[in-house]
Each structure stands twice: as structure tokens, then as C-alpha cells.
């Protein structure tokens, strides 16, 4: 069993929904991180948690600590939100692993017009 | 605008061909990465230096070397390419003391096929 997994693998939806890609851990963490893979590979980082809530734009991530559980919701899809979106969560600051992310497989999302 | 920019995009080599991945970065990071992404399985790390000259193995060395000898750049190393080491190959950097995925700085990856 990986140690993060995502759901869904695939999601399609129509512009203007409101997505939810989930992802769950099985391992102590000292931080959660959500990335965004666009077509030809590039990938820039969306949101670094810890604990509680972050916000950007039509971006929302969580996460619950207790539940080793976070969520990322995209507010009024839109086709330039279709991409593969990643977890990955950081080791505890003292195993000395913090570089060493451990990712999910991704969630590839395809918002249609 | 910081870039890290791999050498290649594409690349087609035969099997038992020596491969060269190059990644330059232009932030003057001391942490850099080399991944591969395959479907289903996320990106795993290869080798990581945090230094010149500095080199520490990750989940999945075996078949690759890497070499640092300037900051600005990290070179992987498939040192007789096997057809089960295509894949896409994405390189990264962060400064010191943070963690890769606060900052996030991939390259574009470079998409490899062994025949």
C-alpha cells in the first residue's frame, strides 16, 4: 500500500464545478504539500500545510492532522485548472528526511468548456 | 524569472548506451534533485546533493549515478540505459533549509525512451 494515496486517479468535469481531490497518508508528517503538473511536465507548488486551512484564489486546501487527511477544492473550474494535481507529504523535521517528499500518484483533472 | 532548465525535452537512446541528464538552476540553490515519474507510482527520488561535490542516494539509485561539480548544475547519469529506465525524469531545486516542495522549482522534465 502506498503510503499516499489520492482519489480520484481521473476526473473530468464541466466549467464552473467545484472539484475535490482528496488525499490520505499513512505516515508521521511534519508537513503537506499540494503541486500542479501542467501538459509537458512542468510543476510549481500550490500550497505547503501544516495544520488548518490555506486559500489562493480558487484554491482551498486542508488538512486534518488527527484524520492524516487533506483535501484540495478548485471553486469554479475552469478549463486552465486542467492539469495533474500531486500530494506529497515531508517527513518529521528530525528523521533528517525533509527533503525526501513522499509523493501520491497525482489526480489528473480535465475541466471542459 | 528563476528557472531550473533541463537539457533535453525529449530523448531516444538504445539499450547499453551511456545517457547524460543535464539540470542547470539559476538561484543559487544548494539542494537539487533528480526524480522519475512514472504512471501510477509518482515521482521517486533518484539522488539529491546538497552541496558541490555532495551526493546522497534516494529511494531508487540503482542504475544511475549523478555528478555536482558547480552549483548551478546536477547530471544524471544512466551509466548503461536499460528499456525499464524510460520514463520521465524531472529535476529540482531548493535553497538550503527548505524543504523541495515549500519552493517547488522543477524543471520542465525530460521525457526519455531506451529502445
Known amino acids: 500500500k502506498n503510503e499516499v494515496e489520492q482519489s480520484p486517479q481521473n476526473l473530468t468535469a464541466q466549467e464552473g464545478e467545484f472539484i475535490t481531490i482528496n488525499c490520505s497518508y499513512s505516515?508521521?508528517?511534519?508537513?503537506l504539500h499540494w503541486l500542479q503538473q501542467h501538459p509537458g511536465g512542468g510543476i510549481v507548488s500550490l500550497f505547503m500545510?501544516?495544520?488548518g486551512k490555506k486559500k489562493h484564489g480558487r484554491l482551498i486546501a486542508t488538512i486534518n492532522i488527527q484524520e492524516k487527511h487533506s483535501s484540495l477544492h478548485i471553486t469554479a473550474s475552469h478549463p486552465r485548472d486542467s492539469a495533474v494535481y500531486i500530494c506529497?507529504?515531508?517527513?518529521?523535521?528530525?528523521?533528517?528526511?525533509?527533503?525526501?517528499?513522499?509523493f501520491g500518484a497525482g489526480t489528473r483533472l480535465a475541466v471542459h468548456p | 524569472d528563476v528557472k531550473v532548465t533541463q537539457s533535453s525535452r525529449y530523448l531516444v537512446k538504445r539499450t547499453g548506451e551511456k545517457v547524460f541528464l543535464e539540470c542547470v538552476q539559476d538561484?543559487?540553490?544548494?539542494?537539487m534533485f533528480w526524480y522519475r515519474q512514472d504512471p501510477g507510482l509518482g515521482l521517486r527520488l533518484i539522488y539529491f546533493?546538497?552541496?558541490?561535490?555532495?551526493?546522497e542516494k534516494g529511494d531508487i539509485p540503482e542504475g544511475y549515478s549523478v555528478s555536482r561539480e558547480k552549483k548551478e548544475r546536477f547530471s544524471l547519469i544512466l551509466e548503461s540505459a536499460s528499456t525499464n529506465q524510460t520514463s520521465m525524469y524531472l529535476c529540482?531545486?531548493?535553497?538550503?533549509?527548505?524543504?523541495?516542495?515549500?519552493?517547488?522549482?522543477f524543471g520542465q522534465g525530460t521525457r526519455l525512451t531506451v529502445v
Open positions: 500545510l501544516s495544520s
Open positions: 546533493s546538497y552541496d558541490v561535490k555532495m551526493k
Open positions: 506529497a507529504v515531508a517527513p518529521p523535521l528530525f528523521s533528517g528526511g525533509y527533503n525526501k517528499l513522499i
Open positions: 538561484m543559487d540553490h544548494e539542494n
Open positions: 529540482a531545486s531548493s535553497s538550503l533549509g527548505t524543504t523541495i516542495g515549500e519552493e517547488a522549482f
Open positions: 505516515v508521521g508528517i511534519s508537513a
